[in-house]
């Protein structure tokens, strides 16, 4: 009926990245020609509170958020209260949380975001280094190489 | 030669964009998500953009460019319209001269708010044009639209957006070479167009309803709206804003009418459609709006069940609206609920009241969170300002020995936005018991993002302004002990001056002022000046 839709939902505790990840994430499947759609609640949510994230693409998204059990990857980025998205998701579908690579790796706590997106990238056919140079747009310099280190231990893990 | 640019854009951005390109001299409003980033957007393109104390005085400043000819965008969220209805409600009679455009951010659902009220119906109330775009390419295009328009009928326009609107990103196309330029501000005596008086009021109802009736005549023919036909004539939907892109991916074999312009709703048109289907349905966010002024103008509409009015749309409650499936219930999500962060002052000074037993009329900020246990340091809270005129209502009824125990705590922002009327009532109308009043200073508006106001000293980006002091506002209305103290360094000096002042029939204000912490590093460089 309608071309194959890609859902993608990011959740976590406010403070870790969700919306960075997922402002990266649409931004590299837009300039990738898709099209892209991104929703998300701000507000109460930075104080600690759970929020997600969904990212939608394909040729054609119309709704902004995903429908109910459509999630195709969910990125946990706290499990013990993300992990509850996976209610939403299809049957088959991905769930990455940090269990998937060795965090202790990382320079900073804070790259756990950008480190899952590594893992993340493994399933979508966007080659390595678009997803490094739209990375770097979105932080300074002086965290371009800490970025990069996260993102390939996810990747490669 | 036109060249298009493509570009991802939350609907924030997006309208930020939309009325630089239609030439617009200054964006004023007021921080309230999910409204909040239209301004920081709009000055990070250069556009003029200002935090006012609050959106009245935002709408009156408004007001008053498009009187000079010139352009103004306002932004708020929708309980901002509520500050700002007194000037609205007059300006849609007296009608401007340049343009203005209101944005006005509903949050239904209440992510984070206090009600879900629906501007539509306010603005029904109110004779004010809404329009309502469904994605971040339409937040630019029914934005330079609404300036056109405004200034085409000399009527203040609203843009009604919502939180999966304003906070989604979608792709927006346009073209850099349409931009206007801004037009020369003017002014032009005309004192019966402006002045309100009742013989010059009359005549304005009247051009305002006129206005509407040519407003409605565009709308039906040549209106931001769209028709999709269906597959067959079975089912037909109409819908505007984000509930149209939920409905459109429930079901898309059935027809379409999508609204874009709301107010005044393209009735005739939307009639005509109707009448071809065998079932029509209204699928919209909040209030039953366009299914009550529908089925009273005789279109062939279903009535819409209340449970529909509560909390946002999806796909999936879409779907089961069409289902007419009244059991459906969106899955609850276990959530962690937010919280105040570890180390902020804001818990130090909510602490000692509770220990004391405080009865705390509480205001909207960060703080409200103190409400929430372990702390449970709030006992009520309602709008913004509101903290004060309540405390004081309180104090004038309880038993002496309850009165005592209550005390008004507001935030700085809020304070600036709406404490000052309050504290005018406080020395004008004192209680028996007196009052205390503790403003919770942490040098920002912390909720929504960390947004200037008029106590930080800094302008919207940053750049340095008249500071206004809290402390000499309090002693110049005449609140007779005035204190601050530092509520983590100097906790035990606090809670010993309130347990003080609780006993005494004296006026007290005191300020507890330590930066929020997530600012706290910003803060430091701004000062600095860097």
Wanted: charged share 20%.
């Amino acid at each position: 009926m309608k071309d194959k839709i890609t859902n993608i939902r990011i959740a976590g505790l406010g403070g870790m990245g969700v919306l960075k990840a997922s402002l990266i994430l649409s931004e590299l499947l837009f300039e990738e020609g898709h099209d892209v759609k991104k929703a998300e609640v701000h507000g109460m949510s930075q104080r600690g509170g759970s929020i997600s994230s969904d990212v939608r693409f394909g040729k054609k998204v119309v709704s902004p958020m995903i429908p109910e059990g459509e999630v195709d990857f969910l990125v946990s980025l706290e499990p013990e209260w993300s992990d509850v998205h996976k209610v939403s998701m299809k049957d088959g579908g991905i769930v990455i949380s940090p269990a998937d690579f060795d965090a202790s790796k990382l320079a900073s706590a804070k790259a756990i975001n950008v480190a899952a997106l590594g893992v993340l990238s493994r399933h979508l056919d966007i080659p390595e280094n678009r997803w490094l140079e739209v990375l770097e747009k979105f932080f300074p310099e002086k965290l371009h190489a800490a970025n990069e280190a996260a993102f390939k231990l996810g990747r490669n893990s | 030669m036109s060249q298009i640019t493509r570009k991802l854009l939350s609907g924030n951005e997006a309208v930020a964009l939309g009325a630089l390109h239609a030439g617009c001299a200054l964006g004023v409003g007021y921080p309230g998500t999910p409204s909040t980033e239209i301004l920081e957007a709009f000055s990070i393109l250069k556009g003029n953009a200002e935090w006012a104390p609050n959106e009245k005085v935002a709408a009156e400043v408004a007001l008053g460019v498009a009187f000079g000819e010139s352009r103004a965008l306002v932004t708020m969220k929708h309980v901002g319209l509520n500050v700002s209805q007194d000037l609205f409600f007059t300006a849609s009679y007296s009608g401007v001269q340049g343009a203005l455009v209101a944005i006005v951010a509903d949050d239904p659902g209440m992510a984070s708010s206090q009600n879900e009220q629906d501007t539509r119906s306010l603005a029904y109330a109110g004779g004010l044009p809404v329009l309502e775009p469904s994605d971040s390419q339409e937040a630019y295009d029914f934005t330079k639209l609404a300036f056109e328009l405004s200034h085409r009928w000399q009527i203040p326009f609203i843009i009604r957006t919502t939180t999966r609107v304003a906070h989604s990103n979608t792709i927006v196309e346009y073209d850099e070479q349409s931009a206007k330029p801004r037009p020369k501000a003017n002014f032009n005596r005309d004192i019966s167009m402006r002045v309100m008086v009742p013989g010059h009021a009359k005549p304005a109802h009247k051009r305002l309803r006129q206005k509407f009736a040519d407003m409605l005549k565009w709308n039906d023919e040549q209106g931001p709206n769209q028709i999709i036909e269906g597959k067959d004539k079975k089912l037909g939907i109409i819908s505007s804003g984000i509930a149209f892109m939920h409905a459109l991916e429930a079901a898309p074999e059935a027809g379409f009418f999508k609204v874009g312009f709301s107010n005044p709703m393209p009735v005739n048109k939307i009639k005509e459609f109707a009448a071809q289907y065998d079932r029509c349905i209204v699928i919209e966010e909040g209030d039953p709006y366009m299914t009550t002024l529908l089925r009273a103008a005789g279109a062939n509409v279903e009535p819409r069940e209340e449970k529909w009015r509560f909390g946002e749309f999806t796909v999936d409650r879409a779907k089961a609206q069409i289902a007419g499936d009244l059991s459906y219930e969106t899955p609850v999500i276990k959530q962690k609920p937010p919280q105040l962060c570890k180390g902020c002052p804001h818990i130090f000074s909510f602490q000692p009241m509770a220990d004391m037993g405080c009865i705390v009329a509480g205001d909207i900020g960060c703080y409200t969170l103190a409400a929430m246990k372990p702390i449970s340091g709030m006992d009520m809270q309602i709008c913004m300002g509101a903290s004060i005129g309540m405390g004081l209502g309180l104090r004038k009824v309880l038993p002496e020995d309850q009165a005592r125990k209550v005390v008004s705590v507001i935030g700085d922002s809020t304070f600036m936005h709406s404490g000052l009327t309050g504290l005018l009532e406080m020395v004008y109308n004192p209680p028996a018991t007196g009052h205390v009043v503790v403003v919770v200073d942490n040098s920002t508006t912390a909720m929504t993002g960390q947004q200037e106001h008029p106590g930080t000293g800094r302008k919207l980006d940053h750049s340095p302004t008249n500071q206004v002091s809290i402390e000499a506002v309090a002693k110049a209305i005449g609140i007779q002990n005035v204190e601050t103290f530092n509520p983590v360094r100097d906790n035990a000096k606090f809670s010993e001056y309130l347990k003080e002042k609780l006993a005494t029939n004296e006026l007290t204000l005191i300020v507890l002022r330590q930066p929020c912490i997530l600012a706290a590093a910003n803060l430091i460089k701004r000062n600095r000046g860097q």
